[in-house]
């Protein structure tokens, strides 16, 4: 990987399998915003960051220094991670051989455990539209301002604060009194996030089940996206009627990468069930 300094951009050359619209605005993550040049826009970390990928391949992060692109983007976006090894030893499976063909440059985004948990339990039976209006109100309110008229998402301190009445207010509806007390619980040290992060598959998802508010939707969706368990396979309404066509469970090829199979099998369901 060819990192390069262009007066304040950062440029990475030649970056393989990454589409930003497959990977920015497929559910996974709500803080994301196409623009009219097809550059994306959003706040992860703190940062305020807009990424276009060129023609060629490279990856340009625009006014960014060096110090956030190596102590966050570059995680975030994990790039060290080899995904065209990764999606050739998927497409040993027909199913996933011609997805990956179709959609191929989807990526997990490693995010941080609060957003993520936070964001998942707010996307209970909720559309992404909605959820995206809701995290857009709930960081206007009440996060930090880092540029004009962007926002970080709230620290648990600043949210531990509020009533289920407050996070209703939001339009949180019925998850406002899982949010209030999760907020609580995590700065009130009750929860601890990096513990459980650093726990097997299984114990991890055990915490999390023992959350207010999560269920296992819920807990394998944090687990993947915001705890970087690439073994996690969320199960929702369309990975259910896909796993119709796995009656004999998933194939070996799959084995530690299941969550980044999960993305594709789920976009492919997406467009095509």
């Not at 490279?58 to 220094?65: A, R, S």
């Not at 807990?219 to 259910?240: E, T």
Request: proline share 3%; hydrophobic share 40%; glycine share 8%.
């Amino acid at each position: 990987m060819k990192i390069l300094i262009d007066k304040n951009d950062i440029i990475v050359e030649g970056v393989a399998c990454l589409d930003l619209a497959l990977t920015l605005d497929c559910g996974q993550a709500f803080r994301w915003e196409k623009q009219d040049d097809g550059s994306f826009s959003g706040v992860a970390g703190g940062y305020f960051l807009n990424i276009a990928k060129r023609g060629n391949g490279d990856l340009v992060f625009k006014n960014t220094t060096k110090d956030s692109f190596d102590n966050f983007f570059r995680n975030y976006f994990d790039l060290d991670k080899d995904y065209e090894k990764i999606c050739q030893t998927l497409k040993e499976d027909p199913l996933l051989s011609s997805t990956i063909d179709a959609y191929y440059g989807i990526r997990i985004l490693n995010q941080e455990p609060w957003e993520a948990l936070c964001s998942f339990i707010i996307s209970q039976n909720n559309n992404v539209s909605r959820i995206k209006r809701i995290i857009t109100r709930l960081c206007e309110t009440y996060g930090d301002e880092i540029c004009d008229g962007w926002y970080a998402f709230p620290r648990a301190e600043q949210l531990a604060a509020l009533s289920a009445e407050d996070f209703e207010a939001l339009g949180c509806g019925y998850r406002a009194k899982y949010l209030a007390k999760f907020a609580k619980d995590v700065d009130a040290g009750r929860i601890d996030l990096d513990k459980i992060k650093s726990l097997p598959l299984e114990e991890a998802r055990g915490e999390l089940l023992n959350i207010y508010g999560v269920g296992v939707k819920v807990a394998d969706c944090a687990l993947l996206f915001g705890f970087q368990f690439y073994s996690a396979f969320p199960l929702d309404v369309w990975m259910k009627r896909v796993m119709e066509y796995y009656p004999e469970g998933l194939p070996p090829c799959f084995k530690g990468v299941e969550g980044i199979a999960q993305q594709y099998l789920f976009h492919w369901a997406r467009n095509n069930l």
